[in-house]
């Protein structure tokens, strides 16, 4: 079988973001077991998940996301309030909001899904919610601990003025390992016309 690599477009964090998100859930992360914690290092913001890709088709991604960056200027995004999905009393997915240009976001995340449409991916039906995964609630956790832990997120301040730029749009590859995932990031392309 041809090989093939998982996938996805994001939004990289500067390091000194994801520092600083360890930081702040620090408390939560020792304390929660039940919960599978995102490495800091591993904290992005996915933009659109492509999901299994022959590596042959690589080079057809490279003309579209080329032109989607271009066609959008860099970004400026805060941390924001912490949430889960699908919701903070029954917590599937812990994860820290975004706050700041968010409509230039959902503009470049809305450019992403039509580009790569002729291509055979298709559009997410679901809003787009930018979000940053920190955590993942582990299966066997009962209701009852769910809502708890969903009251422990929800009184997780984001970190004070942590305001970031964001200059460029990545192609992931997400390799799964017994460990978890481990993200690399394949190609980047600045946002912007240069
Ligand atoms: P997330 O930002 O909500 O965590 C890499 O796996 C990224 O792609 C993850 O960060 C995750 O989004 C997203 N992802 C993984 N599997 C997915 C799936 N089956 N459908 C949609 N998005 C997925």
């Not at 503009?107 to 039509?114: D, G, I, M, T």
Request: glycine share 8%; with cysteine; aromatic share 6%.
């Amino acid at each position: 079988m041809a090989e093939a690599l998982r996938l996805f477009v994001a939004l990289e964090l500067p390091e000194a973001v994801q520092q600083a998100l360890a930081s702040t859930w620090a408390p939560l992360r020792q304390a929660e077991r039940g919960v599978k914690w995102v490495p800091p290092q591993g904290i992005h913001l996915t933009l659109k998940f492509l999901g299994e890709v022959a590596e042959a088709r690589l080079p057809l991604l490279e003309g579209p996301l080329a032109r989607v960056a271009q066609g959008s200027a860099p970004l400026r995004l805060r941390v924001g309030q912490a949430g889960a999905f699908p919701s903070l009393s029954a917590p599937r997915v812990l994860w820290a909001g975004l706050e700041g240009d968010l409509e230039p976001l959902a503009r470049l995340q809305q450019a992403v899904e039509e580009a790569l449409v002729p291509l055979g991916f298709p559009q997410e039906e679901r809003p787009f919610t930018p979000h940053l995964t920190l955590g993942r609630v582990r299966d066997g956790l009962s209701p009852l601990e769910r809502r708890r832990l969903g009251r422990a997120v929800a009184q997780v301040l984001p970190p004070p003025d942590l305001s970031f730029g964001v200059g460029h749009l990545s192609l992931m590859q997400s390799t799964l390992t017994p460990q978890g995932a481990v993200y690399r990031c394949l190609k980047v392309w600045p946002l912007g016309k240069r």
